[in-house]
């Protein structure tokens, strides 16, 4: 997951200017989609080595749960589409915290090798400083987390105050296909 998005996606919903009986905010992320070509396959350890569109090459290891692995051959392509969507409440007073995260994976039944792999986290995170001068906000939240940003509005961040408490649900998404390098 793409935590530096969702943390700057905290810094861009706080600097929002919302009406007061505003509590929700979604935030939806775009589609990204990377198309990748597989350059080498190591069956003994499940390492397979793509080419990006970049020309950068990156080792991947494929899961023991990816029951077709030995149908990837040297030339396919393989595609991943990533969609992110984030959803902040600021709770009310009192409302016990959260720390919550799911996971969840299919298989594709097509010809080729394909799936979707999806994650969904809820935490919720505490306001631990504002500086109005900068201005900025930092945040805190489950396991050490940390994060600090710049805020646009500064009317938004008056509204809020050390102390108050958001909820950060964001999803992930991943579908991966894989076409035969033969096809054009």
Known sequence: MKKTIVVASVAVWMSLSLPAAAQVKTLTGDTEVVTATVEAIDVATRAVTLKGPDGTYHVVTAPPEMKRFNELKVGDKIT?????????????PGEKDVDTGTLGASRGDGARPAGTVAEQRTITATITQLDQKVPSITFTGP??????????????????????KVDITWTAAALVSIEDGAKK
């Open 143 to 164: 396991n050490g987390w940390t994060y600090s940003s710049r805020v646009q509005d500064k009317v938004a961040l008056s509204k809020v105050k050390v102390g108050d």
């Open 80 to 92: 991943a589409r990533y969609y992110e969507n984030i959803v902040i409440r600021l709770k009310p």
